[in-house]
């Protein structure tokens, strides 16, 4: 590996098309206001390193950064690459990550509206994140210990498991499909509309109007707080474990609950049985 260290680089594409190179306390940031450092790169090493430029990842194979600052300028900052990992660093910029395949981020803090569309086989764990429209149309997420904040996530995702996490959201889930929450908490409304194969185990859900228009929805051993007009037109089977405000024309299933104020069934096709236990 070339090591390359304290240095500043604001030129367009600074080390562009560069392999086996390991860039250390490096600043990315001046008045040439170039783009795009480190395009159709190969095996890059990046650590303790401040980003203020635009899209400085396009295109790059197998990227380690670490320990690094990407500031609200630094915007669209990973997109088509792969093999990707990335360790207790900052990505405040716009729309992030894109387009990419088999990253892992941990340790790391991001706020960046429009975070990770489209981006396949990605694990994050013990990080926080602030967005809009997080994960969008990604498939193959494994979060743990992730807290997040913000509005419309996980829209179209398709193959996930979060654990221990916690999501303070609103329209999370609409149109997933086999997406699995465990020993989590869910706050927000409109949860999981539209949702295929939804599992929720052991988790803290809370907010108006959750899980409509599912099918094959399940709770496991889940708490509901402040939820009105739940499952409407869902085929569900569902173990709750405390009062609900109300229920409204489930479709299909069994909603298994200790009390609800109030259920609605003036829909001809709602069937759903609900058991008060």
């Known amino acids: 590996m070339e ?3 304290h240095k ?3 030129e367009e594409r600074a080390l562009y098309g560069m392999r086996d190179i390991d860039v250390r306390s490096s600043s990315f940031d001046g008045p040439a206001d170039g783009e795009s450092a480190f ?3 190969i095996n890059v090493s990046v ?3 401040y980003f203020n430029l635009r899209y400085p990842f396009w295109h790059d194979h197998v ?3 670490k320990d690094s600052e990407m500031t609200e300028a630094c915007r669209a900052a990973l997109w088509y690459s792969d093999h990707i990992e990335i360790r207790n660093t900052k990505m405040h910029g716009i729309k992030a990550l894109r387009e990419c395949s088999d990253v892992y981020i941990a340790d790391s803090d991001i706020i960046s509206p429009e975070f990770g569309w489209s981006v396949h086989d990605i694990t994050m764990e013990n990080s926080r994140a602030e967005s809009e429209y997080f994960m969008m149309r990604s498939t193959d997420l494994r979060f743990r ?3 997040f904040t913000g509005k419309y996530s996980f829209q179209y995702i398709e193959n996930a498991l979060f654990e221990n996490c916690e999501f303070n ?3 999370a889930f609409w149109h997933s499909k086999n997406v699995t929450v465990k020993d989590s908490i869910v706050n927000g409304e409109y949860l999981a509309w539209y949702s295929e194969g939804l599992t929720l185990i052991n ?3 809370k907010g108006t109007q959750p899980f409509c228009y599912c099918s094959n929805l399940r709770l496991v051993n889940c708490s509901m707080e402040d939820t009105d007009l739940a499952f409407e037109k869902s085929t569900v089977d569902a173990e709750i474990t405390t009062p609900v405000i109300s229920i409204k024309n489930p479709r299909g299933g069994v909603i298994r609950v200790p009390a609800v104020s109030e259920i609605i069934m003036d829909d001809k096709e709602a069937e759903g049985k609900i058991e008060i236990i």
């Open 203 to 205: 988790c803290r859900i």
């Open 47 to 49: 650590s303790d390193c």
């Open 169 to 171: 959201t609103k329209d």
């Open 63 to 65: 990227l380690s950064i």
């Open 8 to 10: 500043t680089f604001d």
């Open 39 to 41: 395009k159709e790169c």
């Open 145 to 147: 210990n992730v807290n």
């Open 3 to 5: 090591i390359i260290e």
